[in-house]
T-cell receptor
Framework: EADIYQTPRYLVIGTGKKITLECSQT?????MYWYQQDPGMELHLIHY???????EKGDLSSESTVSRIRTEHFPLTLESARPSHTSQYLC??????????????FGPGTRLLVL | GENVEQHPSTLSVQEGDSAVIKCTYS??????FPWYKQELGKRPQLIID?????GEKKDQRIAVTLNKTAKHFSLHITETQPEDSAVYFC?????????????FGSGTQLTVLP
């Protein structure tokens, strides 16, 4: 089934550790995004990509990095986790539709807790 | 960048009543206006959208209206049901060629009381 997947779903980690949040989509979409969201709160765009080898920073300053080596895969890495990184991270992908329509499809999210 | 404001931030209605959420944006070049719904613990999902050349769109109990002159669009939910309880986000979007600028609003927590 075409979908967007994120692993892990939950992660508890100590300060200073390096972590990678995985995101994969099987919908063949070129565009992918990472958002940071505290539960029920505003969605903040931290990274996006328009295709392979394309990555851009979003509106919210982030100490994370991303890569896009394959169309279906868009991992996010934190080199040194801190308690301020505690949040939920949502991955999304999109494909243009008719006219200006473009639906964003979100993954289930990764809830990160940094101790 | 685009300034997006959603009002109200929280809204409680009795089951069966109507709910209206308003989204105001600053970029007059925005040309696509979606609304997303996020239920507790779940991922956001698109529920309705409208393009800039259309004033209103309906889909069963939900509708979106657009006032491009005033730069705002609204989500209308009629005959509300408990399953409508969620956080709703607007996301005014500007397309320029292949580039796209989307900004999510801060969200509105809707609670439908039985």
């Amino acid at each position: 089934e075409a979908d967007i997947y994120q692993t892990p779903r939950y992660l508890v980690i100590g300060t200073g550790k390096k972590i990678t949040l995985e995101c994969s989509q099987t919908m063949g979409h070129d565009k992918m995004y990472w958002y940071q969201q505290d539960p029920g709160m505003e969605l903040h765009l931290i990274h996006y990509s328009y295709g392979v080898n394309s990555t851009e920073k979003g509106d919210l300053s982030s100490e994370s990095t991303v890569s896009r080596i394959r169309t279906e895969h868009f991992p996010l890495t934190l080199e040194s986790a801190r308690p301020s990184h505690t949040s939920q991270y949502l991955c999304a992908s999109s494909e243009p539709g008719q006219g200006y329509q473009e639906t964003q499809y979100f993954g289930p999210g990764t809830r990160l807790l940094v101790l | 960048g685009e300034n997006v404001e959603q009002h109200p931030s929280t809204l409680s209605v009795q089951e069966g009543d109507s709910a209206v959420i308003k989204c105001t944006y600053s970029d007059s070049a925005s040309n696509y206006f979606p609304w997303y719904k996020q239920e507790l613990g779940k991922r956001p999902q698109l529920i309705i959208d409208i393009r800039s050349n259309v004033g209103e769109k309906k889909d069963q109990r939900i509708a979106v209206t657009l006032n491009k002159t005033a730069k705002h669009f609204s989500l209308h939910i009629t005959e509300t049901q408990p399953e409508d309880s969620a956080v709703y986000f607007c996301a005014p979007t500007r397309y320029s060629g292949s580039a796209r600028q989307l900004t999510f609003g801060s969200g509105t927590q809707l609670t439908v009381l039985p």
